[in-house]
């Protein structure tokens, strides 16, 4: 049906011309805006989903493959393809899109079609990120990606807005710097800017080092990997939720898909290596940043430092397959199955870390406040938010049956073959996250209603309901049937697993 279709280019520019209609049109029609926004998203989505319908399982070769010249010449290109690696991220954009633009329907009035346009502008400069095949493309959209987040913190932030997203800014901005700097060197070597052409340079080891550190500057910082997480609380703190929900459940992403796309791929030598570091630096994530997160007393923060904690999975799953190799074979399954690990954890991150934001957003606009201790006996006034709320903890808590569980799980049981302690201090989380989350939902949900502002709550409205309900299946879903996205996933990442292998 779509078969010629430039369907990358439609999910990219679409959201982004749709932004700037909302822009132009919000002042004269308020509530067109909002309607026009949704449709935009709404049909934004349903071109997601027949990329994923036409999309070829079984091959790890690029799909959708749209290519043109742009700057002739620095032989910079208009080069869109994507594989499996970024399909189910390009999905998850959009769906997260239609949730937020939904979710900020009634919450937002304080110049409500900028705030609407600039996450369509992000969504598609997002798609653009996972879509890019040039790397001076991608860096482009990498960078612009920027700019709308740091207004929607900027202008609908909360008493720190500036603070936070100055140091968003800087801390983001300054890695690129020096990701830009090695994409420069392998265009000299490739004499091209195809991130594709890069995959068989065979570059020397010492280069190989370099070129590792430059992308971790970037891509540690958007993961954020510890210790350059400090900016995420803040930023989470001060975003509106809408902008929790896209920071958490989208950008954190793209920081994963950076490692999957350059650093292992572009530097295997390098990689193997420095192993060793990046399975110390998700292990301290892991447990350390648990720990801190156990005594937060804002549910924001809780959430965001939680968020570190899971992510520090998916850098452990994508490390911990030298040591997998070098145990078992690098023929062995558990290469492909720490990678394919690291990837469900994060789309499954995805759905959790929105949803949780988004029970904390419900609450916010009625008691405008995040502090745990101003809470208590929710569940009395508002038991079908009660019921979504602890759903979404018990997922963050990794509960089987969830889709908190299965990347973890795959990673925990790939990691075994890595090494045993890898394992152990990984599967802490476990205990980490129930008793940070579980320490949570007991202060807020539960008990006797603690005071006349909770005693006045009211349960959730039917856009709430919606925007909490379908995220609900979509956990549900992905922890009861994950096959359907591993599939997907799968010939790519076996793909990158044996080109890793053979040039580490």
Request: charged letters at 10%; a negative charge.
């Amino acid at each position: 049906m779509f078969e010629g279709w430039p369907l990358l280019s439609l999910l990219i520019w679409l959201p982004i011309l749709g932004g700037v209609a909302v822009m132009v049109t919000g002042e004269r029609a308020p509530e067109f805006t909002r309607r026009l926004a949704l449709g935009v998203s709404a049909v934004t989505f349903v071109l997601s989903l027949a990329l994923w319908g036409e999309f070829e399982t079984g091959t790890a070769a690029m799909q959708f493959v749209e290519r043109a010249a742009w700057i002739e010449t620095f032989g910079v290109e208009y080069y869109l393809g994507i594989d499996g690696i970024s399909l189910p991220l390009i999905l998850l954009t959009t769906f997260a899109t239609v949730l937020v633009v939904i979710a900020g329907w009634e919450v937002i009035r304080y110049k409500p079609q900028q705030y609407l346009a600039a996450f369509l502008v992000m969504e598609g400069i997002m798609v653009g990120v996972f879509s890019a095949l040039d790397a001076i493309l991608f860096y482009v959209f990498w960078e612009a990606m920027l700019i709308p987040m740091f207004l929607i913190i900027g202008i609908w932030g909360g008493p720190n807005r500036i603070y936070a997203t100055l140091k968003f800014f800087l801390y983001t901005f300054l890695g690129s710097v020096l990701m830009l700097v090695a994409l420069i060197y392998l265009q000299f070597q490739a004499d091209s800017f195809s991130i594709l052409d890069f995959y068989g340079l065979g570059l020397a080891p010492g280069v190989q080092v370099l070129l590792f550190l430059a992308f971790l500057a970037a891509f540690a910082v958007k993961v954020p990997m510890w210790p350059v997480h400090t900016w995420l609380p803040d930023a989470h703190v001060e975003a509106p939720t809408g902008g929790s929900v896209i920071l958490a459940a989208i950008m954190l992403k793209i920081g994963g898909y950076g490692f999957l796309r350059f650093s292992l791929p572009i530097t295997p030598g390098a990689s193997l290596e420095l192993d060793w570091l990046m399975i110390a630096l998700s292990l301290i994530a892991v447990v350390y940043i648990g720990l801190v997160a156990i005594v937060q007393e804002d549910m924001k923060k809780l959430i965001a430092y939680s968020s570190v904690a899971h992510m520090g999975f998916v850098t452990l799953g994508f490390f911990a397959i030298f040591g997998i190799a070098a145990n078992t074979g690098a023929g062995d399954s558990g290469v492909v199955l720490a990678l394919e690990g690291g990837a469900v954890q994060m789309i499954s991150h995805g759905f959790v870390s929105a949803a949780m934001f988004l029970c904390v957003g419900v609450l916010y606009d009625r008691m405008h406040t995040r502090m745990i201790r101003d809470y208590g006996g929710v569940a009395n006034r508002m038991p079908v938010f009660a019921g979504f709320f602890v759903l979404f903890a018990m997922a963050n808590a990794g509960l089987p049956g969830t889709s908190g569980f299965v990347g973890e799980f795959m990673v925990i049981l790939a990691a075994f073959k890595a090494d045993f302690w890898f394992a152990f201090l990984a599967a802490t989380t476990l205990v980490l996250a129930a008793g940070y989350t579980l320490w949570m939902i007991k202060r807020v949900v539960y008990g006797e209603v603690a005071n006349e502002e909770v005693a006045a709550l009211s349960d959730v409205s039917r856009r709430e309901f919606l925007v909490l309900g379908v995220l609900a299946l979509a956990v549900l879903a992905l922890g009861i049937w994950p096959q359907p996205l591993v599939e997907v996933m799968e010939p790519s990442l076996q793909a990158l697993a044996e080109r890793v292998m053979a040039g580490g």
